[in-house]
């Protein structure tokens, strides 16, 4: 019964995604620019950015136990192909600043930090900034930064019809550009916390946030940890089986590629090829056993490539990951307790609220479905 629930949910979500989609005119064909980036390495193609040289903080709100500000810098991704970047400056001014929500524990500013990224389409939720983020800051005794993706927020150009409208399209050029601006400016936000003194610094995200926490993760060795939750990196795969990508595949389809192609392609960059910087054991995978979108089996494979890091499983779909947040939340504590009591540089491990302290294998066990949020 789990698993027929959880696919007609993600079967919902997709068509409901599918609406939007709809209403999004046609994209450009941008097969023939594609030639800017072959022959380049994955180290060439996600460089790593200097520290922004300025950064702009402003308060928002804050409360006895957290400070929250919202911090801006101007991106520092620069577009490899000539032609995608005249259309970003004339088209996507937007998107050319980078826009991050910063609650800190005003009581214990040497705690860790964790750079979330979000999911596709989504966009700035009241619940999540006074509500899911902070509960997160709690539970995982850290500090948290959430980056938003290109196209997505305040990043969104002006004309755009839905938050990431621009990501994922079969306008090839600018979906590369895409996730090369994701990890650059995720890059460029760890620099600058570990200049400021803001680390150690991790990063973790969810869906599309989670695959570019994933790519992040094999090009900064700089990075404490890195927690992916509903993702896994083959994209060839994604745009064969995710039912929110229909649209995508059949105006490709128009262009005469198919995933094939775009499999090919992304091998040709060594994108399939992508292996962490940082060791396996600061790396934590968490899926849904019955995701329909972003499916298991490909995180298996992921997981066995990479050296069978920490890995656990929740009982849902890929939009059921709230309803079993408890769950994952569980998990990452005793993944960053048991990094601490293994002396990885996140400080002292810290006990739970039940006072028990959770052991280093504490990561692999499945988690229970919960009661409510953060009960």
Not at 16 to 27: D, E, I, K, N, T
Not at 250 to 262: M, S
Request: glycine share 8%; hydrophobic share 40%; proline share 8%.
């Amino acid at each position: 019964m789990g698993h027929r629930i959880s696919r007609f949910l993600d079967e919902t979500a997709s068509s409901l995604a599918g609406v939007l989609h709809r209403q999004s005119p046609p994209h450009p064909n941008t097969l023939d620019q594609l030639h800017a980036y072959q022959g380049l390495t994955p180290a060439e193609l996600l460089p790593e950015p200097p520290v922004p040289p300025r950064v702009t903080i402003r308060p928002r709100w804050n409360t006895n136990e957290f400070l929250c500000e919202d911090l801006s810098f101007a991106s520092p991704h620069q577009p490899l192909c000539e032609d995608f970047r005249r259309r970003h400056q004339a088209e996507y001014q937007a998107n050319s600043t980078v826009h991050v929500r910063w609650i800190r524990h005003l009581a214990r500013p040497d705690r860790p930090t964790l750079i979330y990224l979000h999911s596709w389409m989504q966009p700035d939720f009241k619940w999540e900034e006074r509500q899911l983020l902070p509960g997160l800051a709690r539970k995982l005794g850290v500090h948290i930064a959430r980056m938003q993706l290109p196209y997505h927020g305040l990043r969104r150009p002006a004309g755009s019809r839905f938050h990431g409208e621009y990501f994922w399209t079969a306008d090839l050029v600018r979906t590369i550009e895409a996730i090369r601006q994701s990890v650059v400016d995720a890059r460029a936000l760890i620099g600058w916390m570990d200049e400021t003194g803001q680390g150690p610094v991790g990063i973790s995200g969810v869906s599309l946030g989670g695959m570019m926490t994933l790519t992040t993760a094999c090009v900064e060795p700089r990075l404490a940890f890195a927690i992916s939750i509903s993702a896994h990196l083959d994209l060839p795969a994604v745009l064969l089986e995710a039912s929110l990508l229909t649209r995508f595949r059949r105006e490709l389809a128009t262009f005469g590629w198919g995933p094939e192609h775009v499999g090919e392609y992304l091998r040709d960059l060594g994108f399939a090829d992508l292996m962490p910087a940082i060791p396996k054991d600061r790396i934590l995978l968490i899926a849904g056993r019955y995701d329909r979108i972003l499916r298991p089996e490909r995180l298996d494979e992921l997981w066995k490539r990479w050296g069978e890091p920490p890995r656990a499983w929740f009982d849902g779909g890929h939009v059921e990951m709230f309803r079993y947040l408890r769950g994952p939340v569980h998990e990452m504590r005793a993944f960053l307790v048991s990094l601490a009591e293994s002396n990885l540089g996140l400080g002292r491990g810290e006990s739970s609220d039940d006072g028990s302290t959770a052991s280093k294998g504490a990561a692999r066990r499945s988690p229970t479905a919960p009661k409510s949020v953060w009960a």
